[in-house]
């Protein structure tokens, strides 16, 4: 079987090769089985980092695959440290938590780069994509 590209299809594809029903891996997930059908047919928001975390640990898949995070940018700073949150499976308060910065400082860092010690911290944090 073909893995598609995006979430949808991936998380349908893990489920199925577990030889489980939506209804399964709803209950597994602790979501509605209408919820888990929205997800799959991609006709909800699958960006949830807490639900994506739940449906790969369940799944027993990395969260960067069922999320088509290899996909992401990384072409400046805040893209590459945005796709090592999602690697990591964190929510952005998560992260700023992890990186030991208050959550408003990540969204600052769009526009211009953290001074030297908060980008070690950061660049600590996405050593996960090397």
């Known amino acids: 079987m073909i893995v598609g590209n995006t979430p949808s299809d991936r998380i349908r594809w893990a489920r199925m090769q577990k030889g489980w029903l939506a209804k399964t891996l709803a209950?597994?997930?602790?979501?509605?089985p209408d919820g888990l059908s929205n997800i799959e047919r991609k006709a909800t928001d699958m960006t949830k980092m807490k639900i994506l975390r739940k449906l790969a640990t369940t799944l027993e898949q990395p969260i960067w695959f069922l999320g088509c995070f290899e996909n992401m940018p990384e072409n400046t700073f805040f893209e590459r440290l945005e796709k090592a949150r999602c690697y990591h499976g964190h929510t952005k308060v998560e992260m700023a938590a992890e990186i030991g910065v208050n959550k408003r400082t990540i969204f600052d860092w769009k526009d211009k780069e953290p001074d030297l010690i908060l980008k070690e911290k950061a660049l600590l944090y996405c050593k996960i994509l090397n």
């Open 27 to 32: 209950a597994h997930v602790g979501i509605s």
